[in-house]
């Protein structure tokens, strides 16, 4: 007959020591760096691979044209994210998320 002992202890985790540590090297953020979402974006982060982040929200598909207009003009790349309205629930509504890249956003702000 075979006996089964299981003699799991805290202990035991030194076995995964080199594992755990590596962990400790991950950057840690400093959650007061921005307001809004609490990321310090880092200096070294390339500007040419800059996300892309909320410039306006528009519920009309017409206000788009002018808007879309003015970017082109200044040659300012763009998505456009249409979104189902929820706060509705008679008619079915859109909001149009328009979406600039970060390093541009200074740029319109001007």
Known sequence: MIECTNNFTDDDLSDFADYLAQFDSIVSFDNETCPVCGINISETLSAQKSPYV?????????????????????????????????????????????????????????
């Open 54 to 110: 909320l410039y306006k929200s528009l519920t009309e598909e017409s206000e788009i044209i002018s808007l879309t207009s003015v970017l082109d003009l200044k040659r300012i790349p763009y998505k456009i994210e249409k979104q189902l309205d929820t706060s509705t629930l008679n008619e079915i509504h859109y909001n149009y998320i328009v979406l600039i890249p970060f390093k541009c956003l200074n740029e319109l702000q001007k």
